[in-house]
């Protein structure tokens, strides 16, 4: 699972969170700026070029060809495409208000300019600007085909009868010729603005419903889980922005099997530190999903890369709430098997600040039910090679709930020294350690001292035997309690370490540097780990 954080977007109508409609504006006005500014752009560049030349070329006099009637015309032209182009960016609007600009002042600049080249004599150039704005407007502007056409009748509406009209005053004995090519012209102009429109608003479409699934709506993809990806997404009713866990178009059966094993169980868990699932369904073209609470804050994983090794008060505070979560599913008999910093997910809540969630329950197995069907050869390992158990690997068929303990000691381990408790090149040799090699004590790995209390309970889960180990979460949760440190990290504490990291990049931040970004931290599911391992 990766870390949900927050801050993103999205478009749409009646009902939908007040963000999608923000970016519906926004969108709109983005391209109404960029429709304008093109307009200023092209118009001034066209009429300082016509008339720099009648002045310059043609020696006409700068009076009578700057204050004629075509001139005047295509001068308001520009200051009106100039005034949009500053309105639609500078005004706040709402869509009706950018409609009613679009739609009224885009026809209004197209007939000054219809009305320069009228006054200009100049036919071709008439039907040339009407082509060029109708078309311009059916690719930057996205609307609905019905509004594209109309508006682009309305704009080609009079090309023909002032081509007639042009063309009479001149005693051209092309008149209706010139004016059913006129019409025949328009009428094309407009079919293929209706067309280009019709492509692209159905391609926006098509991403929308693309981008919905039942009641929610996807708004920004935020990583990849084990089996699927994830995305912010938001309910239309409920108004309340949601993670959704998709999985992958390509998976096989089994990971199907595994996926609905996750959600069906996970659901039944309401412990507060366990992340809350919400729904689940099938889209109309076979992907499945579930919908699950959307979090604010960070991963242990990303911790570590933030601000490494962390204060023994602080390891407490986080390990005692994981062991609540634990609690919970084990006295329901399910394993989690794939605890993990990337799986146990840091928030900052009101009045509750450092609250962990227990994610990614994609591995999860309820205590005497069969393994994977694909293990059929042999026993399956699963879980992630730098927090596995030793009887993970030595015995995976016979793994129980402290099994879980030790991953969550390792947890620890890395959480007191930023280290995991063993390294290697490979996943195989990193088994093998946990296996055979003793860990070395959490202060000669940091290199000062750590209370000895918390070190006692981080190295009694990484015993060997499972034995050894603490019976129950609830027991190791006791132990944690019965610390000199338990409950120091206070909520004040808490606040100005969020504080501080608030205005934080961590997005560049959060680059592993070594030995936290180690190979094996993949979460595996093999039948012959084991085998080579020990």
Request: glycine fraction near 8%; aromatic fraction near 8%; charged fraction near 20%.
């Amino acid at each position: 699972m990766v870390p949900i954080r927050a801050g993103h977007f999205l478009p749409s109508v009646q009902g939908a969170d007040s963000r999608s409609f923000q970016e519906e504006r926004a969108f709109l006005r983005q391209r109404l700026v960029f429709l304008y500014k093109t307009l200023f752009a092209l118009s001034a560049s066209f009429f300082v070029a016509t008339a720099g030349g009648s002045i310059v070329l043609n020696h006409r006099p700068w009076e009578a060809v700057l204050l004629s009637t075509g001139a005047v015309a295509h001068v308001l032209n520009i200051l009106g495409a100039a005034a949009c182009w500053v309105t639609c960016r500078n005004a706040s609007l709402s869509i009706r208000a950018l409609k009613w600009l679009e739609g009224l002042a885009l026809v209004g600049l197209l007939y000054l300019l219809k009305v320069s080249s009228y006054a200009g004599g100049d036919t071709y150039g008439l039907l040339l600007s009407t082509t060029c704005a109708i078309i311009s407007r059916s690719v930057f502007i996205p609307t609905s085909v019905r509004r594209a056409f109309w508006l682009s009748l309305a704009c080609a509406l009079p090309d023909a009868p002032l081509m007639a009209l042009s063309l009479s005053a001149r005693g051209s004995p092309q008149v209706v010729q010139a004016t059913l090519d006129a019409v025949l012209w328009s009428a094309i102009t407009v079919t293929l603005a209706t067309l280009i429109c019709k492509t692209i608003y159905g391609l926006r479409q098509e991403v929308r419903d693309a981008r919905r699934l039942g009641q929610y709506t996807l708004l920004e993809r935020l990583g990849a889980g084990s089996m699927g990806e994830v995305f912010l997404a938001s309910h239309a009713l409920l108004r309340r922005h949601t993670a959704i866990k998709l999985l992958r178009a390509d998976a096989g059966g089994q990971e199907l099997e595994r996926f609905e094993r996750e959600v069906q169980l996970t659901s039944q868990l309401t412990h507060p530190n366990t992340i809350a699932i919400y729904d689940y369904g099938r889209t109309s073209d076979g992907l499945f999903y579930y919908a699950m609470e959307y979090l604010e804050g960070m991963d242990l994983a990303e911790l570590l890369a933030v601000s490494g090794p962390q204060p023994p008060e602080r390891v407490i505070h986080i390990l005692s709430q994981v062991c609540g979560a634990l609690e919970e599913a084990h006295g329901q008999g399910m394993l989690h098997r794939d605890i993990k910093p990337a799986n146990l997910f840091l928030c900052r809540r009101r009045g509750i600040p450092d609250l962990v969630k227990v994610l990614d329950f994609g591995l999860v197995k309820q205590v005497g039910s069969p393994e994977d069907s694909g293990a059929s050869e042999g026993a399956v390992v699963a879980g992630t090679p730098l927090y596995l158990s030793p009887e993970t690997l030595a015995m995976p068929g016979q793994v129980d709930a402290r099994s879980d303990l030790y991953s969550l000691g390792a947890v620890g381990y890395a959480l007191l020294t930023g280290h995991h408790v063993f390294e290697g090149q490979s996943a195989s040799e990193i088994c093998a350690h946990h296996v055979n090699t003793p860990p070395v004590h959490p202060e000669a790995r940091l290199g000062y001292a750590l209370p000895a209390d918390l070190c006692d309970i981080v190295l009694r889960c990484l015993e060997k035997q499972p034995e050894a180990r603490f019976n129950s979460a609830r027991e190791l949760r006791a132990a944690l309690e019965e610390c000199v440190h338990a409950r120091a990290w206070t909520e004040l504490e808490a606040e100005q370490w969020w504080a501080a990291q608030k205005d934080a990049d961590l997005e560049t931040t959060l680059v592993r540097n070594n030995p936290l970004e180690l190979s094996g931290t993949q979460t595996l599911i093999t039948a012959d780990l084991g085998d080579r391992a020990a």
